[in-house]
C-alpha cells in the first residue's frame, strides 16, 4: 500500500498539474494583468485554473493563457476562438460578425503572425488575404470586391511591398 502511494505522490510531483491544486474556476474579472501576466486580484502569485463566465472561456497555467479561449455574447453566440501557448497566441484565431460568420482568420506562431490572414466582407466573402512570416508581411497580398473577384495583388517581401 505504502509502495502504491509512493509511486502516486513521484508521478504528481513529476508531471504535476496544469492548474493550482485547488483547480481553481474564476470570472475573468476576478483577474488583473500584469505584464502579459493574470493574477487573482489580492494575491501576488501568478493564477493557474480556469476562467469561465458569461463572456470569456479559458485556461490560464502559472498566469499565462494556454490552450483555447473563447469569447461570446451575452446571448451565447461565439464571438472569437483562439489558442495560447505560454500567453502567446498560437495556432488558428476566428473572430466573428455573427453566428457562423467570419470576421477574420488569422494564423499565429509563439506571438506573431506566420501564414495567412483573411479579413472578410460583412456578406462573407473574403475580403482581404495576406502572407506573414515570422510577424511580417511577406508574400502574396490580395483584395477582392463584394462578389469575390480578384481587384488587387501585390507582393510584400520583409514587409516592403515588391510587386503589384
Request: no cysteine.
Amino acid at each position: 500500500m505504502i509502495k502504491i502511494l509512493l509511486t502516486a505522490l513521484v508521478i504528481n510531483l513529476n508531471f504535476g498539474t496544469p492548474f493550482s491544486s485547488s483547480g481553481d474556476t474564476v470570472a475573468f474579472y476576478d483577474l488583473i494583468s500584469q505584464n502579459g501576466v493574470f493574477y487573482l486580484k489580492g494575491t501576488s502569485e501568478p493564477f493557474s485554473g480556469i476562467i469561465d463566465d458569461i463572456h470569456y472561456s479559458g485556461r490560464v497555467k502559472l498566469g499565462r493563457q494556454e490552450g483555447e479561449w473563447t469569447t461570446t455574447r451575452p446571448d451565447g453566440q461565439l464571438l472569437s476562438r483562439r489558442y495560447y501557448l505560454n500567453g502567446k497566441k498560437h495556432g488558428i484565431e476566428l473572430i466573428y460578425l455573427s453566428p457562423g460568420k467570419l470576421s477574420s482568420k488569422t494564423r499565429w506562431n509563439r506571438g506573431k503572425k506566420d501564414g495567412f490572414q483573411e479579413l472578410y466582407h460583412l456578406n462573407g466573402e473574403l475580403f482581404h488575404r495576406t502572407q506573414f512570416k515570422k510577424g511580417v508581411q511577406d508574400g502574396v497580398f490580395e483584395s477582392f470586391d463584394q462578389n469575390g473577384l480578384l481587384i488587387w495583388r501585390g507582393f510584400f517581401k520583409d514587409g516592403e511591398i515588391v510587386a503589384e
